[in-house]
């Protein structure tokens, strides 16, 4: 899972930017403009902020796997249920 903790306080306006679009709840535009941070030719704390930013951001992988797990045993059941009647 992502780290927590505080924004940082420097950082450039492209950054300042995505750290209050995130602190608003708007996590997707402050990823897009964090991406945009690192495709663009920042300098390496934004960057390194940017990064921070996507890391807090990401969906833990975890979860992914248990969502699988999930629709995996529901389809099991469907077919067992299905099978049986």
């Given at each position: 899972?992502?780290?927590?903790?505080?924004?940082?306080?420097?950082?450039?306006?492209?950054?300042?930017?995505?750290?209050?679009?995130?602190?608003?709840?708007?996590?997707?535009?402050?990823r897009r403009e964090a991406q945009a941070v690192l495709r663009g030719e920042a300098d390496a704390s934004d960057k390194q902020q940017a990064?921070?930013?996507?890391?807090?951001?990401?969906?833990?992988?975890?979860?992914?796997?248990?969502?699988?797990?999930?629709?995996?045993?529901?389809?099991?059941?469907?077919?067992?249920?299905?099978?049986?009647?």
């Amino acid at each position: 899972m992502g780290k927590g903790g505080p924004k940082p306080d420097s950082g450039g306006p492209d950054m300042k930017a995505a750290w209050k679009h995130y602190e608003s709840g708007d996590v997707v535009t402050a990823r897009r403009e964090a991406q945009a941070v690192l495709r663009g030719e920042a300098d390496a704390s934004d960057k390194q902020q940017a990064s921070d930013l996507l890391e807090r951001t990401q969906f833990p992988k975890m979860g992914w796997m248990l969502a699988g797990v999930a629709a995996v045993l529901i389809s099991i059941m469907l077919v067992l249920a299905i099978a049986r009647s």
